[in-house]
């Protein structure tokens, strides 16, 4: 059960979804956003929203697969951090999916997994509908835990994560009401040092590791970094392939 989160279907019609969405959430279904206490799933004709109870009048939250700017492709930070030879990559701690929708405006081939649940359903529906509206295959979403699902199977020439960094969010780069809704759904991904060992093993080209500019390395000493304004991308090689 997804802590504090119930469910609400925004029209008659969106009942039957609601109750199915319920059920495999294991959300609370309420009759109305009005009754929520904290934070409610409102399930939309065409889209799921997160809406923040405890803070009234703010917006919902609906992931939007295109609503950032196109940026200069092959010499910005995340081009470089990816590096020439990437064509499939795994974001192992995919959010609200702003990295890997990125990913894919780049051309790659994404597997996105996220373990929140009500997050990872989020992020299927605008997967869903950017496939819709693009004629393009090329996003999978995965409600999973990152480590078992990376040493199950997965494979990529890139394996990426961003795990959410105790304290960060003053610094984050991430609008403000994405950042609190992640951390009050994920809480501080206190694991991320066991994902950061697997995906080690598992990279076929190298793991990249998202951090706040100064926030300490998350794997030891990465063999390369790239330096923004507010993140850093930490580069550890898979010398073994
Ligand atoms: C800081 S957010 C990532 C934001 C994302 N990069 C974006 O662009 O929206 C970290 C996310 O990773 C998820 N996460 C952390 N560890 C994970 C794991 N082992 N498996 C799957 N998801 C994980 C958390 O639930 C959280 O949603």
Do not use: W
């Amino acid at each position: 059960m997804e802590a504090g989160v119930s469910i609400v279907a925004m029209s008659p019609q969106m009942l039957p979804r609601a109750q199915v969405l319920a059920s495999r959430l294991a959300l609370e279904l309420i009759p109305r956003s009005a009754d929520a206490a904290g934070l409610v799933l409102e399930v939309h004709p065409d889209n799921l929203a997160l809406r923040d109870c405890t803070r009234p009048g703010t917006r919902a939250l609906v992931i939007e697969p295109h609503a950032r700017r196109a940026p200069a492709y092959g010499r910005d930070l995340i081009s470089r951090a990816l590096g020439r030879g990437c064509r499939t990559v795994i974001d192992a701690t995919a959010g609200f999916g702003t990295d890997a929708f990125d990913f894919v405006r780049r051309g790659k081939q994404v597997l996105a997994i996220e373990r929140v649940g009500v997050i990872a359903e989020m992020l299927m529906e605008a997967a869903r509908r950017s496939c819709e509206q693009h004629g393009r295959d090329d996003l999978t979403v995965i409600s999973a835990d990152a480590r078992e699902q990376i040493a199950k199977q997965a494979r990529a020439d890139v394996i990426f994560l961003d795990p959410m960094f105790p304290g960060r969010d003053r610094h984050s780069a991430r609008p403000r009401k994405a950042q609190q809704l992640l951390r009050a759904l994920a809480g501080d991904d206190l694991d991320a040092e066991e994902l950061a060992r697997i995906a080690r093993d598992k990279a076929l080209k190298r793991v990249v590791i998202k951090r706040p500019r100064t926030a300490p390395p998350l794997a030891g000493k990465p063999d390369h970094c790239f330096r923004g304004r507010s993140v850093r991308y930490d580069i550890y090689f898979s010398h073994t392939r």
